[in-house]
Structure formats: C-alpha cells, structure tokens
C-alpha cells in the first residue's frame, strides 16, 4: 500500500463522516452547536478551554506572543483560535486535502491572510529548528504516531527551554490490556466501519492509544502530568454505562503535559 492510497481514502472516509467543515461551521470550531458530530465538538472544545486555561495562559510572556506548534492541525481550526488571541501558530499537518487537512486551512487564510503559517510535513521529521517554539501542542494527533519515542523526540526538539509539550484528544487508558482490546475490536468491526476501503484504512501501523506507562517509557527524563478536563456529563458517565453493560473501561481524552528542562 502506498501512503497516497491511504491518505486519499482517508480524506474521503472523514468526508463521508461528515469532518469537511467550511464557512460559519468552520469558523465555529470547537463550538459546533449542530450536525452529526456536535456531541464530539463538545468534548474538543472543553479539551481546548482547559489547554488555554492551564497551558497557554500561564506560560503567557508579557514581551511578545507565543510560539505555539500545531501538530496534526488538520483544517487549522486550532491554530486559528491561537492566533486570534494574540499567538504566532505553526499549523503543521501530513495531509493537505480539502476536507480537514491543511487545505481546508486555506478558507481561514483566505479570510485574514497570513493570520498563521502552514507545513506540509509528518511529525516524525519536523522541519523546523530546534528550540523554535514555547508550545507544542499534539491536537488529537498523537495515537497516529507510528514511533512513538521518535515522535515525542522530534516535539521535545523544537520546544525551547522551559516551553511545554502538550497532548490534546488521544485516547488514554490506565491498562495496557484495555487499548489492545479497543484495537482489537477496530479491527474485528472493521468492514462494518470502514466499508470496502476497511484493509487500506487499517493497514498503518499507528499506536492507536496510550498509556502512562506508554508515555513515560517513550520519554525518559521528561515528568508528565495529567490535567483532567471536566467533559459534559454525559461523557463522564461513559466508565458507568461500560461497567452496568460488562464492557472494557472507555478512553480518556485528558490534557497531559510536560515542561522542558531549563537546561
């Protein structure tokens, strides 16, 4: 399989799901108030509230803006929100297709020119100098990763001493078993989800999720913390519906974060 063939059925997968966001829709995000994924938006935008909250505004220099990397920005939503509170934002995403990758960013910058910068790259080989940014930030990216610790590598490098590197909206479990068991039931209903497109789609080698332990194997030296966001009711109430149906323990999509050695 070519990574073309998977990154164009995956455009048109998310399409199909209803992820191709244009006009008052797109400038609304994460604040989408209708459509079929409004209860998804939900739980992204209290994921976003919590990252300004607890991530931007305390590291907030009062000389200048913040450098803040985008990684896996998909349509920019992300990094346009950063730049209107006054942040220079790097949106950086592989995908550059018209349905939220970064050419659907293009609508945004075609509103206010050069409002943030775009890089078509992975993030297993940032292009971009060490020590360039005061925030990375992984926007629901990270469990696309398919070496984790070259990955988290490449972030550590580009943020300066002192910066945070940020997860937003991967999933975490506390045990190892319940992520393979997800992954495993992907793969079982995988036709049912997927259609006949299911064996490209599922082919990549991604993490799919993480752990604790997952994370701090991949980074030694680094402290993670753990920042839990309060997420609608209905969401919280996921872990209590699995256990009443004797199903595997949900995800999380907290905000882990870890500050970079002043050196």
């Not at 799901?17 to 739980?43: M, T």
């Not at 970064?102 to 609508?107: P, R």
């Not at 009711?233 to 002043?262: C, G, I, N």
């Amino acid at each position: 399989m070519s990574s073309g063939n998977f990154f164009a059925e995956y455009a048109r997968h998310r399409a199909k799901e209803g992820r191709g966001y244009s006009g008052d829709a797109l400038f609304a995000l994460p604040y989408l108030k209708e459509g079929p994924l409004a209860r998804q938006w939900q739980v992204r935008a209290k994921s976003y509230e919590t990252l300004i909250a607890e991530v931007v505004m305390p590291t907030a220099i009062a000389s200048r803006p913040l450098d803040i990397l985008d990684l896996g920005a998909g349509n920019g939503w992300l990094s346009y929100r950063l730049a209107r509170l006054g942040h220079r934002a790097t949106a950086l995403d592989i995908r550059d297709d018209d349905v939220d990758g970064l050419g659907a960013a293009q609508e945004f910058l075609r509103r206010e020119p050069g409002i943030f910068s775009c890089i078509a790259a992975p993030f297993e080989t940032i292009p971009l100098p060490d020590a360039s940014f005061d925030i990375a930030v992984f926007n629901a990216s990270l469990h696309y990763a398919r070496d984790l610790p070259q990955v988290l590598a490449e972030a550590v490098r580009v943020v300066r001493p002192g910066g945070t590197l940020a997860i937003m909206d991967s999933p975490f479990y506390d045990r190892e078993a319940d992520g393979t068991a997800m992954v495993a039931e992907k793969r079982a209903h995988g036709d049912a989800v997927f259609g006949t497109q299911s064996a490209i789609l599922l082919e990549p080698e991604f993490i799919e999720y993480l752990t604790p332990r997952r994370l701090a194997d991949a980074t030694p030296g680094l402290a993670w913390r753990r920042r839990r966001v309060r997420y609608p009711l209905w969401y919280e109430l996921r872990p209590v519906s699995a256990r009443l149906r004797r199903r595997r323990p949900p995800s999380r999509f907290d905000l882990w974060t870890a500050q970079m050695p002043r050196g």
